[in-house]
């Protein structure tokens, strides 16, 4: 398992606040995207969204990139989000790699 960044955005026009086709999909689906995940392998670490800006992080510990993707397409998000899914790496884990590369 590994730390995964989803990076989402989308139009003013496709926000939920302002599109109702969206609004319903958010109010249906929101409340089974964890238990979909679960059922995906996926935890779901925290989900933080920048409403005026109309983008989004979530953060996913799961087996690789492609499960994320997959649980993306599978939960909707996909349908009014342009999403990139990277690998991600704790704080604490850069400080162990700087030491590793100062003892080597």
Request: aromatic fraction near 8%; charged fraction near 15%; hydrophobic fraction near 40%.
């Amino acid at each position: 398992m590994a730390l995964y960044g989803i990076y989402g955005s989308h139009t003013t026009e496709s926000c939920p606040l302002n599109n109702k086709a969206n609004r319903k999909m958010v109010i249906e689906g929101g409340p089974h995207f964890k238990q979909l995940a679960e059922g995906a392998n996926i935890k779901v670490i925290g989900q933080y969204h920048s409403g005026l800006e109309h983008t989004f992080l979530w953060i996913v510990d799961a087996k690789d990139a492609h499960s994320v993707e997959a649980l993306m397409v599978q939960a909707g998000i996909h349908s009014f989000n342009a999403l990139t899914i990277v690998p991600l790496n704790t704080f604490d884990g850069v400080i162990e790699k700087c030491k590793q590369i100062e003892n080597s």
